[in-house]
C-alpha cells in the first residue's frame, strides 16, 4: 500500500500525482489534506502517513519545500524519509537507504518530474548490501 499526505501548499501536486497513480493502476490511501486548506499545518499529515509505515509500505508526502514534511515524518519509528528533486536521488535513496518516504516539493517539482521521480522510487528495490544493512542497524540504534 502507499499513502499520501500533503498540506495546502504540497496539495495540488497532490492531487495530479492521484490522477496518475489511478492511471497507471497504483493503489494508494490519501490520508490528507481532503481539501485546500491555507492553514493547515504539514505535521499533522506527516504523522498520518509516518504511523502507517511498516516492512513493505511506502509513502509520498508533499508540501512547499518537501522539507517540513521530511523533518516531520523522521520523527516516527520506522521512517526513512527522504527530500529529493531527481530521479537518480531517488534510486540511490531506495537502493542505499532503504527510504520508505518520499518527500516532494509542490513549489520546485513540476508534475512532470514528480512522476519521473515517484516511478523510480516506487520501482527500486533496496539493494540489500551488506554495508546498507549494517548501516541501517546503526542508523536504527539512534532512536533508543
Do not use: P
Amino acid at each position: 500500500m502507499l499513502y499520501l499526505g500533503a498540506d495546502h501548499a504540497g496539495f495540488k501536486l497532490k492531487e495530479a500525482v492521484k490522477k496518475f497513480l489511478d492511471k497507471k493502476g497504483i493503489k494508494y490511501k490519501d490520508l490528507g489534506a481532503k481539501e485546500l486548506n491555507n492553514q493547515d499545518d504539514y505535521v499533522e499529515y506527516a504523522y498520518e502517513v509516518g504511523k502507517k509505515i511498516r516492512k513493505g509500505v511506502k509513502g509520498i508526502l508533499f508540501c512547499g519545500s518537501g522539507f517540513g514534511m521530511c523533518i516531520a515524518a523522521n520523527k516516527i519509528k520506522n521512517v526513512r524519509a527522504v527530500n529529493l528533486y531527481t530521479v537518480r536521488e531517488a534510486e540511490l535513496a531506495r537502493m542505499h537507504n532503504d527510504a520508505n518516504i518520499l518527500c516532494l516539493s509542490g513549489w520546485m517539482i513540476t508534475r512532470r518530474q514528480a512522476k519521473k521521480i515517484i516511478t523510480k522510487f516506487l520501482n527500486t528495490k533496496f539493494s540489500k548490501a551488506k554495508r546498507h544493512e549494517r548501516r541501517l542497524k546503526e542508523i536504527k540504534k539512534l532512536r533508543k
